[in-house]
């Protein structure tokens, strides 16, 4: 097969959740232990630090490759959703996996993949932990996909466990409430294995606190330890500049953080007390590893979409963050940074309610409504009515390259366009990887 045969192989199976929704889930282990098994359990050897969360956990991944990286460990790492490519889950030291590779371990595991019929996660998951265990690395960092309890990478035993924010998404399968959301998103949490939980919200506490009892695992709510201060505003940076405190004390100063969004800094806790676990664990990690790590941790991993800045006058912004909570950060952001008129070019799903998230956004603002190419987008024609309801003045664009188009167009050069909504959005934009665009 070629690989953009591959690809609609791979994509052929149960498909996606990420294009078609809850359609697209399949909970359970069964089938991806059935597929490790066949190929020898190339997990079991693995050192690994997982994370899950709502909000966080694919920055938090990359921040801790990175400085991983920087420490000189072959690090491999797994995140999902891809933006633009494919091989953008799977990277071994920032680089991604070649189209090669995966058309001949396709191509091996084909007869495999007929027999056990999995999910397109589920051969996600058995490629990237068979390509760490043959790429020998030293560390690989694994992002949950969604939840945890029942996700496909929850067949490791990591060396440490890191749970970010909580927040409502994914409720029709993960639970209506946080206290749901969070059982579910505890469920990496090993016996034994030490447990990190990047903030402390009263709202959940217990819920990790009983878990990590119940099944014997060392706790640590990294935000009562660690905490990162903001040294000088600038939210239309390319980079922000940081105090770290640890334990009420002075650790580390003037660091700079390769990543603007204010949300980072409660990422932050998370990474922080991880790492101070891998030091217990006899990994060699100084600060200055830390700081080189946390500095250019875009260079260092090829993340992207994080309050990523592709233009100037206007600045145009676009940024992954798609619920309640990742918007109320985004839009405290946007009202730091000094501006005449927003543009907001915006795009959801057609399996969330809009409703909370339109809710939230300013009135005042210019919308450019478009849909991704996504049979789970929701059509902009009918996320315009909605947010008219909302009180909310726009029109619709066919795609999100038009809308863009359009907003860059009506923007005065003291103007701000946001560009989000949903990470498919966001992956649509066409100079979201132009060189000479600033990631943050």
């Excluded at 938090?60 to 400085?67: G, I, N, T």
């Excluded at 935000?223 to 334990?247: G, M, V």
């Excluded at 664990?281 to 100084?286: A, D, N, R, T």
């Amino acid at each position: 097969m070629t690989y953009q045969e591959t690809l609609d192989f791979l994509y052929g199976q149960l498909p996606m959740f990420q294009r078609v929704g809850a359609a697209g889930f399949k909970d359970g282990l069964v089938g991806v232990q059935q597929l490790v098994a066949a190929m020898g359990n190339p997990e079991r050897g693995l050192r690994a630090v997982h994370v899950a969360g709502t909000n966080g956990k694919g920055s938090s991944s990359h921040l801790l490759a990175a400085v991983l990286q920087a420490a000189g460990y072959r690090t491999g790492l797994y995140t999902s959703p891809h933006l633009r490519e494919f091989t953008e889950r799977i990277r071994l030291n920032g680089q991604e996996l070649t189209p090669e590779y995966l058309v001949q371990w396709v191509a091996r595991w084909r007869e495999l993949f007929e027999q056990v019929r999995p999910s397109f996660f589920e051969m996600c998951v058995a490629l990237a932990y068979d390509y760490f265990a043959a790429e020998q690395v030293d560390v690989a960092v694994v992002e949950v996909g969604l939840g945890g309890r029942l996700d496909s990478t929850n067949i490791i035993t990591p060396l440490v466990s890191l749970i970010t924010n909580i927040s409502y998404d994914h409720q029709a399968i993960l639970g209506d409430t946080l206290t749901l959301i969070a059982a579910e998103k505890a469920g990496i949490i090993k016996p034994g294995v030490p447990a990190v939980i990047s903030q402390r919200q009263p709202e959940v506490a217990a819920v990790f606190e009983e878990t990590a009892a119940r099944v014997g695992a060392p706790l640590r709510f990294a935000a009562d330890h660690y905490r990162a201060e903001l040294l000088r505003d600038a939210p239309a940076a390319a980079s922000q500049h940081l105090r770290l405190w640890r334990n009420g004390q002075l650790w580390l100063d003037e660091v700079e953080l390769g990543l603007v969004g204010d949300y980072q800094r409660l990422n932050l806790p998370g990474v922080l007390a991880v790492v101070e676990e891998l030091r217990r664990q006899g990994l060699v990690i100084s600060d200055e590893h830390l700081r080189t790590g946390l500095r250019a941790v875009q260079q260092l991993t090829g993340l992207r979409g994080r309050w990523q800045i592709i233009g100037r006058r206007p600045l145009v912004v676009c940024d992954t963050g798609h619920n309640e909570a990742g918007i109320r950060l985004v839009l405290a952001q946007l009202a730091r940074v000094p501006h005449r008129q927003l543009h907001m070019v915006l795009g959801v799903v057609n399996d969330k309610n809009p409703g909370p998230v339109l809710g939230l956004l300013p009135p005042q603002a210019t919308y450019y409504f478009c849909q991704a190419n996504i049979p789970r987008a929701l059509p902009a024609e009918e996320l315009a009515a909605q947010a008219l309801a909302a009180g909310l003045q726009g029109m619709a664009y066919s795609s999100v390259a038009e809308a863009l188009v359009a907003a860059r167009a009506a923007a005065g050069p003291e103007d701000v366009v946001f560009v989000g909504g949903s990470t498919f959005v966001v992956a649509e934009v066409p100079d979201l990887y132009d060189h000479d665009a600033e990631q943050v």
